[in-house]
């Protein structure tokens, strides 16, 4: 697998972030609430300061409830403000707004006891492609706005977006690709569709998802595709063979590997987060 690491582009990407930070009092960094290591730049973490930074579980209709959970317990003991989000469905994002006033509080509170009612919050979306950014940003202001730049290194002139509680948002968002600095992160961006298809064959990620499943919900698995308990004793690609041939499907391998790929992405084996709190030992 070769996964494009543009060190230019990077750099022009984290430049621009770095100039932006000045302008703004919090960082939403979003990330993929099915993968939060994953779906992160390390560079955000190197750039952008604590106290104005808030990650975003985003897409947390599409995790593992009870992972999520674990997650935001994770971030929070080091002192981390995180919220797990699902800005599609959404309609109030009261708990974000909570979470930036919370951030903010001393300062609010001083405008408060000052009488000041016209203050500014102003914010900034980052992250990887495809975590929801401008989706965030159109639920934010209430409209469809037009999000500039949205790709790694893109500068464009750059507006602020009014939204309610007094906050204001870049429409610029600041967009870094995923590090992937081993395959399996390669395999889990892909899964979840962070990353292009066509960098990865469809069985390799198959398997890579049978594999998964039979370690983390195995009854999802048997449930699905009507698996006996020794079926999941094989590994991932002795089960797409078994399972081709189930379907008689002659030995059409890719054919049964997208049709994996497409049962996962479209939740039929259950909601599922791919990076596993009790196996992280950052
Ligand atoms: P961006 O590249 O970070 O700006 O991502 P987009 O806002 O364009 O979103 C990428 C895709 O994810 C779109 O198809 C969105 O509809 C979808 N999406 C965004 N937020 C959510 C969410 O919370 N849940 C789900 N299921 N899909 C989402």
Not at 6 to 26: C, E, R, S, T
Not at 40 to 69: C, F, M, Y
Not at 158 to 172: F, R
Request: proline fraction near 5%.
């Amino acid at each position: 697998m070769t996964i494009q690491w543009y060190p230019g582009h990077m750099n022009k990407a984290k430049n621009q972030i770095q100039a932006n930070l000045k302008f703004v009092d919090v960082v939403l960094e979003l990330r993929d609430a099915r993968l939060p290591l994953a779906s992160a730049n390390p560079v955000l973490k190197q750039i952008v300061p604590e106290p104005k930074r808030i990650i975003i579980l985003n897409k947390s209709d599409l995790a593992d409830g009870q992972q999520t959970q674990q997650w935001v317990r994770y971030f929070q003991e080091q002192g981390v403000t995180v919220v797990p989000l699902d800005v599609q469905h959404h309609q109030n994002l009261s708990e974000l707004t909570l979470a930036i006033e919370q951030k903010l509080a001393p300062r609010l509170k001083k405008y408060q006891q000052s009488g000041v009612r016209n203050y500014t919050i102003r914010a900034m979306c980052v992250g990887i492609p495809n975590v929801g950014k401008s989706t965030l940003l159109n639920k934010l202001v209430g409209k469809k706005v037009a999000v500039t730049g949205n790709r790694p290194g893109v500068t464009k002139n750059q507006n602020w977006l009014k939204a309610p509680h007094n906050l204001e948002l870049l429409d610029t968002p600041g967009v870094l690709w995923p590090k992937i600095e081993d395959q399996t992160n390669g395999l889990k961006l892909a899964l979840s569709g962070a990353i292009k298809d066509s960098l990865v064959s469809a069985s390799e990620l198959a398997v890579f998802a049978l594999d998964f499943w039979r370690q983390y919900y195995p009854a999802a698995l048997q449930k699905m595709y009507q698996l006996d308990d020794s079926d999941l004793k094989v590994s991932g690609s002795d089960l797409l063979i078994h399972l081709t041939q189930a379907w008689a499907w002659q030995e059409d391998y890719e054919r049964t590997a997208q049709k994996i790929i497409q049962d996962v992405r479209q939740l039929r084996l259950g909601r599922y987060s791919l990076d596993r709190v009790e196996n992280n030992h950052d």
